[in-house]
């Protein structure tokens, strides 16, 4: 896939030191011009590098370089069965709402406008038509970033090949008119992030069960 070219370059320059840390990277303008590709190509490759922790956005400001995550010594296997989907999303629900919980109560401020961001950048994909995938699990390891926690980054991180499948996967056999599943994301995603913006721990933690619940429902339909 293009994408995947214009994602190894941008890797390929983040490794050489060209950019460092908190370095502002030039516009999508001028990247997409760089790469000779459209900017939606290059959003999904940005959104990648920011599903790994590698970059980070700023409100009105752009996208910035973070300091790179290590790369993770943990590996999980790729999901093979429909029932696993179903237990990777119940892992998921229990990771991942104690995350957010535990992110509400860090209450970093620019952690949670990144959230914030991310959200932005999911909705307005799907307003395209687009299956937001990337966009998706990059507003999730923005949560992970906001907790400063390195073992729930670096968790989320490995598991993100995991993510994109199984997202994927509730898109494509979910047996709801994609409007209404894309109409749902889009308030499970924005009660999320507002609980997080009210420093309510308890209402972001159930936000974020319902949300991945959610999913189940979506794909399992029970």
């Known amino acids: 896939m293009l994408s995947d070219e214009v994602y190894d370059q941008l ?3 983040l490794g050489s030191g060209t ?22 190509i290059l959003r999904q490759a940005l959104a990648r590098l920011r599903t790994e922790g590698r970059l980070y956005s700023r ?4 996208t910035y370089v973070r ?4 790369p993770s010594r943990i590996t999980f296997d790729p999901l093979g069965s429909i029932p696993e989907v179903r237990s990777f999303l119940e892992f998921r629900c229990s990771v991942e709402s104690e995350m957010t919980a535990r992110a509400t109560r860090r209450a970093d401020p620019d952690a949670i406008a990144e959230v914030g961001q991310a959200r932005r950048r999911l909705e307005d994909a799907l307003a395209t038509g687009a299956p937001g995938v990337e966009e998706d699990v990059a507003f999730h390891m923005a949560i992970a970033q906001a907790t400063g926690n390195r073992f729930f980054i670096t968790t989320l991180a ?9 997202i994927r996967l509730t898109r494509e056999l979910a ?3 994609a409007p209404e599943r894309f109409a749902a994301v889009v308030r499970e995603h924005a ?8 420093g309510d ?9 319902d949300h991945l619940m959610g999913g189940i429902k979506r794909l399992f339909g029970n």
């Open 175 to 177: 047996t709801h008119p």
């Open 201 to 209: 721990a308890a209402e972001a933690r159930a936000a974020m069960n």
């Open 59 to 62: 409100k009105g400001s752009g």
């Open 19 to 40: 950019w460092l840390r908190d370095t502002r990277l030039p516009s999508e303008h001028e990247l997409a011009k760089r790469f000779a590709v459209s900017r939606p």
């Open 158 to 166: 490995a598991l993100s090949e995991q993510m994109i499948f199984s």
């Open 67 to 70: 300091e790179v995550v290590e």
């Open 11 to 13: 890797l390929a320059l």
């Open 191 to 198: 009660r999320i992030h507002l609980a997080m913006e009210k």
